[in-house]
């Protein structure tokens, strides 16, 4: 009896080692940082609502990529491009928010006006 697609690859997700440094992507024009992994895909999407702030508005991770750190990736690569651009951050996405209030050296960027400190 064939074992289904599916069902191998959910399987060869749970026994697979996490994965170490995911290659995050930046795609300015549409606004999102990813990372594709053996065909699936974990994104941030954000926008940029006034000069001088970005807004991390919606994080996703394929299901058979979470618990790999994939989320975290992403934060720590948005976060370092808010930096870089001297940009404060607001955080409308929860997971966002939860990253930043659990990694205390990203509170500084946060922007004083959204009160999401």
Not at 40 to 54: H, K, N, R, V
Not at 72 to 79: C, Q, Y
Not at 82 to 92: D, F, M
Request: proline fraction near 4%.
């Amino acid at each position: 009896m064939a074992v289904p697609k599916a069902f191998r690859r959910l399987i060869l997700s749970i026994f697979s080692p996490p994965a170490m440094s995911a290659q995050v992507t930046h795609h300015s024009k549409d606004q999102e940082f990813t990372i594709e992994q053996d065909g699936y895909t974990a994104e941030l999407a954000y926008s940029l609502p006034a000069a001088g702030i970005i807004d991390f508005t919606h994080t996703f991770v394929d299901e058979l990529l979470r618990g790999k750190g994939m989320g975290e990736e992403l934060a720590k690569a948005g976060l370092a491009y808010a930096r870089q651009q001297k940009l404060k951050v607001r955080t409308s996405c929860a997971f966002m928010q939860d990253f930043v209030q659990k990694h205390l050296q990203y509170q500084p960027l946060l922007d004083d006006a959204t009160g999401q400190k």
